[in-house]
């Protein structure tokens, strides 16, 4: 199966710098890779997604990079704000007759004002 | 914000027993999930089913058993509550109309096994 690693576990920044988070996944068939933000308390939701026919995406301030020879893909956040603290998740998803979704283990990010 | 919902938001019970946690979602969706959250906030799935239909068993100890009497319920059953048992239980469905989508959350039920 499936095995998405994610790192790193914590990230502290100063307000106004970058954050990246990292990930590796070990099937070469997964072909969808979503990244989720969990605020406390809430519920995780869909912040980025990319495919593996593509190697970069970027929406406003977050942006997403896939490396599929390497099998690793990463979240950036530029400009950080406190908002974005919370729990970020990535994914890897297989398209088939019916997808599997594993989550990365998450990375606390904290954004101090 | 009701488009997945489950019930109970909190649950408190005594090791041993049996509870159920419901969760409906009203987008017109085919496939749920049932996702354990733990003390770590690691996101682990335990089920999915597609149009009522068991696709994914993720080596969940079958006292836990879901049940999807239509396509817009999926509810967990767990027999004899163990302390191991206690977390966070997400619900979470997904369109599947041959393309990768967006899974959509319900916002959790906090399971407490004393």
């Known amino acids: 199966g499936e095995n998405v690693e994610q790192h790193p576990s914590t990230l502290s920044v100063q307000e106004g710098d970058s954050a990246v988070i990292k990930c590796t996944y070990s099937?070469?068939?997964?072909?969808?890779f979503p990244w989720y933000k969990q605020e406390l308390g809430k519920r995780p939701q869909l912040i980025i997604d990319i495919r593996s026919n593509v190697g970069e995406k970027k929406d406003q301030r977050i942006a997403v990079t896939l490396n599929k020879t390497a099998k690793h893909f990463s979240l950036h956040i530029t400009e950080t704000q406190p908002e974005d603290s919370a729990v970020y998740f990535c994914?890897?998803?297989?398209?088939?007759?019916?997808?599997?979704?594993?989550f990365g283990s998450g990375t606390k990010l904290n954004v101090k004002p | 914000d009701t488009a997945v919902s489950q019930t109970p938001k909190y649950l408190v019970t005594q090791m041993g027993n049996d509870k159920s946690i419901k969760c409906e979602q009203n987008?017109?969706?085919?496939?749920m999930y049932w996702y354990k959250q733990d003390s770590k906030k690691f996101l682990k799935i335990m089920f999915s089913?597609?149009?009522?239909?068991?696709?994914i068993n993720e080596t969940v100890p079958n006292r836990f058993s879901p049940k999807s009497p239509d396509k817009a319920h999926l509810n967990l059953h767990i027999n004899s509550l163990e302390l191991g048992d206690s977390a966070v239980y997400f619900c979470a469905s997904v369109i599947r109309d041959g393309g990768f989508n967006e899974q959509f959350f319900g916002p959790g039920t906090r399971l407490t096994v004393l």
């Open positions: 987008l017109g969706h085919d496939t």
């Open positions: 994914a890897a998803e297989r398209m088939g007759n019916f997808n599997k979704f594993y």
């Open positions: 099937d070469s068939a997964s072909n969808y």
């Open positions: 089913y597609n149009n009522k239909e068991l696709i």
